[in-house]
Nanobody, 115 residues
Framework: QVQLVESGGGLVQPGGSLRLSCAAS????????MRWYRQAPGMQRELLAV???????NYLESVKGRFTISRDNAKNTVYLQMNSLKPEDTAVYYC?????????WGQGTLVTVSS
């Protein structure tokens, strides 16, 4: 069964950091491009960061310099390091795997940035 499971969300104060993890199973992880999205209440889901199967990364402008996507193919895991968090970063964060027409979503992990 192909599955993505996110973890690492929680409550953090403004200016703080969190690292999200997304563990993949049932798939050849290394051939997939991996993405992190988020969806705030009442908002559309937005693409934050991409890491290709070759390791190339790209970021939404508003998170560039604060968020870092990385992957460990040996652990079948993709990460999102989030620094200098702001209240507007509060959202459910999802990881996504894509390869040609195949696409897999995780269930999401909630990140709340509040004092």
């Amino acid at each position: 069964q192909v599955q993505l499971v996110e973890s690492g969300g929680g409550l953090v104060q403004p200016g703080g950091s969190l690292r999200l993890s997304c563990a993949a199973s049932g798939m050849i992880f290394s051939i997939y491009h991996m993405r992190w999205y988020r969806q705030a209440p009442g908002m559309q889901r937005e693409l934050l960061a991409v890491i290709t199967n070759g390791g190339t990364t790209n970021y939404l402008e508003s998170v560039k310099g604060r968020f870092t996507i990385s992957r460990d193919n040996a652990k079948n895991t993709v990460y999102l390091q989030m620094n200098s968090l702001k209240p507007e970063d509060t959202a459910v964060y999802y990881c996504n795997a894509v390869r040609e027409v195949a696409e897999v979503w995780g269930q999401g992990t909630l990140v709340t940035v509040s004092s």
